[in-house]
């Protein structure tokens, strides 16, 4: 259903509590996060072996969790160490552990064969802890699977109907991206947007420094299988940004959006808006944070109406237009990288 050798978000570092348990499914199984003695973030399977009791429900001891139903107890690699009024431990008493990266502010999981997890291959969000720049983590949870939500983060027209008052001008309709795909290890695509002498849109005026029409830009990263990294901005009309020079007063963003699957129906959503200006003002942060929460709002309105209505009809195909065409670019390298995790767990 899902592919599962690759990196997914787990959560965000303050999610997972120094001393206490954080119970999350994902890609349909249940996952038990917490912290060692030393404050490294520890993944097992949420599921004692013996009884099927959650762990979650237990205790932590030490680096160890115990179950409370029978009280097993397990180390972070999954070895049950100790059963109460037992002598010894036969070696197939274990949980599944997962292999777990912390960087940039975000932990990482392998839910795959973890003999292939390679840390080296985990994006890059430096704007998440840089002293460049500042920003409030986010998370949504959505009643949709992962890749309607995927859809929707690359595809532009949408803006302008689904947020006319916050992310959207008139001339987000029209305006066709640039599409780049490259297809080197699990692929990535690059889609840019440039609206030139354009209105700035309403979020942007919030925070902006200058007045009057705008060169604003929109540059995608995505990987799959839902991996977004997004470069926007508005400059004055005019000083050079399309040619790679911004002036000081321009609004520069670095955006984060992550889609981990909960279930086949349900999704995991991080996301942040950083800026490089005005670092020192908590107030912009706030404010930034809690109108993007705004429009993405919006956006899960729209998604989990969909997922309503494609569960009613599942029989019902949807037709594309010309506005998919970064989004079933996404679709098709999704969907080369579970047919080549299936071939070879096949061979």
């Known amino acids: 259903m899902f592919v599962r050798n690759c990196w997914y978000v787990a959560g965000w570092d303050q999610e997972i509590p ?6 999350r499914v994902l890609l349909g199984e249940p996952v038990l996060l917490y912290r060692d003695t030393q404050g490294r973030a520890v993944a097992l399977e949420d599921r004692c072996c013996h009884r099927a009791a959650p762990l979650h429900l ?14 097993l107890k397990f180390d972070p690699t999954g070895a049950c160490v100790e059963i109460p009024g037992q002598a010894s431990v036969p070696p ?11 960087k940039d502010r975000l932990v990482w999981i392998w839910m795959g064969d973890a003999a292939l997890a390679d840390a080296s291959q985990i994006a890059d969000f430096f704007w998440h802890d840089s002293p460049d720049w500042r920003m409030k983590p986010g998370y949504l949870h959505y009643q949709a699977h992962y890749q309607l939500i995927v859809d929707n983060l690359l595809d532009f027209t949408h803006l302008a109907w689904v947020h006319p008052t916050t992310l959207g001008t008139g001339s987000a309709a029209s ?7 490259d297809t080197s290890g699990n ?23 200058f007045e009057g029409k705008v060169d604003r ?30 002036v000081p007063e321009a609004l520069q963003f670095r955006h984060t959006s992550i889609q981990t699957p909960e279930t086949a129906t349900t999704s995991h959503y991080w996301f942040c808006q950083a800026r490089n200006f005005a670092l020192d003002d908590e107030a912009m942060t ?8 705004v429009a993405f709002e919006e956006d899960r309105r729209m ?18 237009i010309g506005a998919d065409a970064g989004l079933n670019q996404a679709r098709w390298l999704i969907d080369r990288m579970a047919r080549a995790e299936t071939a070879a767990t096949a061979a």
């Open 18 to 23: 120094a001393d206490g348990l954080l119970s």
């Open 92 to 102: 197939r008493t274990c949980v599944r552990s997962y292999p777990v990266v912390e």
């Open 58 to 71: 237990g205790r932590k001891e030490g680096d160890c969790v115990r179950c409370m139903y029978h009280g």
């Open 175 to 181: 305006l066709k991206p640039q599409i780049e795909r």
């Open 286 to 293: 706030e404010q930034i944070y809690q109108d993007v929460l």
């Open 217 to 246: 830009w929109q540059i995608y990263q995505w990987s799959p299988p839902a991996l977004l990294r997004m470069d926007a901005g508005s400059a004055p009309a005019g000083t050079g940004a399309p040619d790679g020079h911004r």
């Open 187 to 209: 692929g990535t695509l690059t889609i840019r947007r440039w609206y030139l002498d354009d209105e700035m849109p309403n979020l942007h005026k919030r925070v902006a420094r």
């Open 303 to 320: 998604i989990e109406g969909q997922q309503k209505v494609m569960a009613l009809v599942p029989e019902r195909p949807m037709v594309a």
